[in-house]
């Protein structure tokens, strides 16, 4: 269902609950608390939290506030007004830098100039957890000990004495950070983003303050007061390799995007990325090249690049790369249908250590990682609909593949110059010409992957090691335990290069342990809620489509660009509205459900609620059309629909209020809400 036909269920239903006298806790990012009638949907996501609500009579713009939900109104900490965006029909507030805990977000309404706590209302309490901070860029081998948390402490909070801008398309050319520039302490001050990281690459030999920059809206490369990277577009760089940055790149909300340029990350540490969409990018989406170390980029999402000259550049070149950057963790991103996904190490001699974990590469066609000389640990990623390969390891490269989930990929694992990367299905031989590489070497070490649906009609294999057939022409060494090493009388066909069994060695300190690894079996639902921008991000929202509109986004054998999807990227334009809320105005257009519904198939692409689904089955309300929502079968989805919906729904939560003591304990409680709220939850979810 679309989000604005939720938002209008959930008013209809908030009303129904006032009038019955029901009052549920929110369990999801749909809310079903009442608030005043105003609050549309809430939630809380990794280390932040958000409230978005409609017109309130009377109010000029809106203050936002936050605590934790056993505290006491006193802790109440205002949010910054950059942080409250208007939209076309709603209004938001997003708090970030939080810690993993329970939450309640105040909206206060300015009315006649002044804050009115009169006419204030708060959230239900929102669950924020935890970002993963796993992998080699947290490994205590790391040139920060550990720390790739940018402007951000382990714990979610931002560093002491942290400075934060925000950027946006109207101020990027003029937005402000004051750096420290002389011996002394004297300060100065720059203008414009990509100034601003000049200065910091000149004075980055003096001790700065952590930076965290937040992106709001969309900043396409016009908006920019310039760039330094001719290639890619703004660069990030220290005046010496792995250069404490204390810098953390953000997206605020469900809808930050850079588009038609990317990143230049060179002589970084302590260096973050994350929430925010790359569309339309130069030459690469991130290039981390030259001298890095304990970087972490994630929760991005990453679409088509420009044209380039070569064949293989149709889709854009690198959308995530890695080139002479060591201790880098590359996790939970959504990888819409790119082409050279991710290359790990180019000409690189000296050994660097990478980990990619709870990506999503969906419908990208290669290079998840391409790994030369480097060792690198890949867990529960998701690949789906791959075209061409999975993971390549060449030359003399390691990599680690363990409890990642491989659906309908072509080459779920590639060797260099062995194994499927030489055979021939047409003949049942094998040839000197690698698929996708002719380098020698490159071993994978194989660990509990699920493996469905390998794309043999288009000449597709894997070949994991026996001692048998597949003695020498094999595209991984499969154990049995993750902590089995892999013998050295086994090497590579071409090189005779042995796995250096470096996720065994403790001097290594991978950054993660056995206990981090979700089950394989639940990695396509884990990735698939939670990779890429909080809640999925906007581009369906935004553009008015779903994933079946997009032959890229579902035809799993062809690597061919899908024109409709990256016109749509390219013509992308945010839906927000203004940003600062006490001068917002307080009226937005009303919620209105749209007129034709096209909904994602919920076996592949729908995100996971916040909770888990309640035990109970779920029967959902009777519809006659073939669209999903059209209850009458009129072929679309009208306010018609709306009322029989909400009539099914509404006599649903009254049949569960009706008996309060749900749990069976005698008494009626909290845990009796949460069992209601659960039930609610997948009630309207499944709608």
Same mark, same amino acid.
């Given at each position: ?25 929110? /369990? ?32 000029? @713009? ?7 939900? @056993? ?21 938001? *507030? ?16 300015? $009315? ?15 669950? #924020? ?7 080699? *860029? ?26 934060? $801008? ?33 200065? !910091? ?31 890619? =577009? ?47 990018? !130069? ?55 790119? =082409? ?32 030369? #000389? ?16 999975? #993971?390549? *390891? ?22 260099? /110059? ?25 071993? $994978? ?26 003695? #020498? ?55 698939? *809620? ?13 553009? =008015? ?89 009129? @072929? $679309? ?28 304990? =005698? ?21």
């Amino acid at each position: 269902m679309k989000k604005s036909l939720k938002r209008v269920l959930s008013l209809f239903v908030s009303a129904a609950m006032l009038s019955s006298g029901i009052m549920l806790t929110n /369990m999801s990012v749909l809310s079903v608390t009442a608030a005043g009638g105003y609050i549309l949907e809430q939630g809380g996501w990794f280390e932040s939290a958000y409230a978005e609500w409609t017109t309130v009579p009377n109010a000029q @713009g809106f203050a936002a506030y936050v605590k934790e939900a @056993g505290a006491n109104d006193s802790a109440y900490t205002r949010l910054d007004n950059e942080l409250i965006r208007k939209y076309a029909d709603h209004f938001r *507030a997003d708090a970030v830098g939080l810690k993993a805990g329970e939450y309640v977000i105040k909206i206060v309404p300015v $009315i006649n100039g002044a804050l009115s706590e009169a006419q204030a209302f708060t959230t239900g309490t929102l669950n #924020v957890r935890a970002h993963q901070r796993k992998g080699f *860029a947290f490994s205590k081998n790391s040139a920060t000990g550990g720390d790739a948390s940018g402007a951000y402490k382990p714990d979610g909070t931002l560093k002491d004495n942290a400075q934060v $801008i925000y950027v946006t398309a109207d101020n990027a050319k003029t937005v402000t950070a004051e750096l420290v520039t002389k011996s002394d302490g004297s300060k100065s001050v720059f203008t414009g983003l990509q100034s601003i990281f000049d200065g !910091m690459q000149s004075n980055t030999k003096f001790e700065q303050r952590p930076l965290d920059v937040r992106i709001i809206g969309t900043v396409s490369k016009d908006d920019l007061d310039h760039i330094s990277s001719s290639e890619e =577009g703004l660069q990030v760089k220290g005046n010496k390799a792995h250069t404490d940055m204390k810098l953390t790149i953000e997206g605020i909300g469900e809808d930050a995007v850079i588009k038609d340029f990317g990143f230049l990350i060179r002589n970084c540490a302590d260096t973050e990325l994350r929430n925010f969409a790359i569309m339309n990018f !130069m030459d690469d989406g991130v290039s981390m090249d030259t001298d890095n170390s304990s970087i972490w980029v994630h929760n991005l999402d990453l679409f088509y690049g420009k044209t380039g000259g070569d064949a293989d550049q149709a889709k854009g070149d690198g959308s995530l790369d890695a080139k002479k950057t060591d201790y880098v963790t590359i996790s939970y991103n959504h990888l819409w249908d790119g =082409g050279k996904t991710s290359l790990c190490g180019m000409g690189d001699t000296v050994e660097a250590h990478l980990t990619y974990h709870h990506n999503w590469f969906d419908h990208s066609d290669s290079r998840h990682p391409r790994i030369r #000389v480097h060792s690198v640990h890949i867990y529960n990623n998701y690949y789906l609909g791959v075209s061409k390969y999975g #993971v390549g *390891a060449a030359k003399n490269s390691n990599a680690f593949v363990e409890s990642n989930y491989f659906d309908e990929v072509k080459y779920p694992m590639l060797m260099s /110059m062995q194994g499927s990367d030489v055979y021939k299905p047409s003949t049942g031989t094998y040839d000197d010409k690698g698929e996708f590489s002719s380098e020698e070497g490159g071993f $994978i070490k194989a660990y509990n992957n699920v493996i469905n649906n390998i794309q043999t009609s288009k000449g597709g294999t894997y070949m994991p090691y026996d001692t048998g057939s597949h003695s #020498v022409q094999f595209d991984s060494y499969e154990v049995s335990s993750r902590t089995q090493t892999v013998p050295s009388s086994v090497k590579t066909l071409v090189g005779s290069m042995a796995y250096n069994n470096f996720d065994t060695n403790s001097a290594y300190d991978l950054g993660v342990s056995a206990s981090d690894i979700d089950p394989v079996a639940d990695v396509p639902r884990i990735v698939m *809620a939670d990779a890429g921008r909080m809640n999925g991000g906007d581009f369906f929202e935004s553009t =008015g489509t779903s994933r079946s509109d997009y032959p890229g986004l579902t035809d799993a054998s062809s690597s061919a660009v899908d024109t409709k999807l990256k016109s749509a990227v390219e013509s992308y334009r945010s839906t927000l509205v203004s940003v600062g809320g006490t001068s917002a105005g307080g009226t937005v257009e009303p919620p209105k459900p749209t007129t034709t519904t096209k909904e994602t198939s919920t076996t592949t692409t729908t995100k996971a609620p916040v909770v888990e689904p309640s035990e109970e089955t779920t029967t959902k309300a009777p519809v006659g059309g073939s669209v999903k929502g059209d209850a009458d079968g009129s @072929g $679309i989805v009208d306010m018609e629909d709306v009322s029989h919906i909400l009539q099914y729904v509404v006599g649903k939560i009254k049949s569960v209020a009706g008996i309060a003591d749900v749990t069976g304990d =005698g008494q009626v409680t909290g845990a009796d809400a949460y069992k209601i709220a659960r039930y609610v939850n997948k009630l309207i979810s499944s709608l």
